[in-house]
Nanobody
Framework: QVQLVESGGGLVQAGGSLRLSCAAT????????MGWFRQAPGKEREFVAT????????NYADSVKGRFTISRDNNKNTVYLQMNSLKPEDTAAYYC?????????????????WGQGTQVTVSS
């Protein structure tokens, strides 16, 4: 069983930065891929970024490529999402997710565990 707790959300002006963290209870081993998703009001939860178990492979949604960076520290059981050059359209609840295989995935249904989410609001 893996429990995930996100933190680091908040209110920021357009062009600003935030760093989200996802702390896991239970060890995040190199066999567990991690992902970030987001959900804006009235919209479906969408893929943002994913990282392989060992951290060597990442994938990003086109809308965040070049602005967001996903990383992980397996010794600290923590995954991060560095978000730069934030835009109002990035406003959403951000969710951390884990899948019990080491390969990346952009598909929401392929993740086994989810956090409760952290709100990010970007003002114009």
């Amino acid at each position: 069983q893996v429990q995930l707790v996100e933190s680091g959300g908040g209110l920021v002006q357009a062009g600003g930065s935030l760093r989200l963290s996802c702390a896991a209870t239970g060890r995040i081993s190199s066999s567990v891929a991690m992902g970030w998703f987001r959900q804006a009001p009235g919209k479906e939860r969408e893929f943002v970024a994913t990282i392989s178990g060992g951290g060597a492979f990442t994938n990003y949604a086109d809308s965040v490529k070049g602005r967001f960076t996903i990383s992980r520290d397996n010794n600290k059981n923590t995954v991060y999402l560095q978000m730069n050059s934030l835009k109002p359209e990035d406003t959403a609840a951000y969710y951390c997710a884990a899948r019990i295989v080491r390969y990346v995935s952009t598909m929401r249904d392929e993740y086994d565990y989810w956090g409760q989410g952290t709100q990010v609001t970007v003002s114009s």
